[in-house]
């Protein structure tokens, strides 16, 4: 009787793998899907952009950042498509620097980073975001431009 027992609870074992590994490689393909957008949410009377995010779903966002009595009347600017999720939270992050919209003070700003300074793959992401842009200097202030 023990035999088969074992057999069982190793054909169970076996299985539960299986499905790991699945939901393992599903998540990395997910991650190289091109799905992804990078926005942001520009204050016409300030002339200043405020905010910056990213979706899968940019009309879906437009209409949840409508909703948001600090975020209903800011113009959205699409920053990027067709990204990776990794290239969309690195040209997130880059931007939330860019613009300066962390905790800026702006009604509607962003009140966290894409990406932590204590991310442990936070170098990582600012070098992709760095491969995605072009930075050219104009006196003080630095000019980023996507890479085609």
């Not at 990582?124 to 085609?148: C, H, K, Q």
């Amino acid at each position: 009787m023990r035999p088969v027992i074992n057999q069982s609870i190793n054909n169970a074992l076996s299985k539960v793998e299986t499905i790991q590994k699945s939901i393992y490689k599903s998540r990395e393909d997910k991650k190289q899907e091109r799905n992804q957008n990078v926005y942001s949410l520009y204050d016409t009377s300030l002339k200043k952009t405020v905010y910056v995010g990213r979706t899968n779903d940019l009309d879906r966002k437009r209409a949840e950042h409508s909703r948001n009595p600090e975020r209903a009347r800011l113009r959205m600017d699409v920053e990027g498509t067709n990204l990776t999720l990794d290239e969309a939270r690195a040209t997130e992050q880059k931007l939330i620097i860019k613009y300066g919209t962390l905790n800026s003070g702006i009604p509607g700003c962003n009140k966290r980073n894409g990406i932590s300074p204590k991310n442990k793959k936070y170098d990582y992401y600012m070098a992709l975001a760095d491969s995605l842009f072009n930075e050219t200097y104009v006196g003080d202030d630095i000019i980023w431009t996507p890479r085609n």
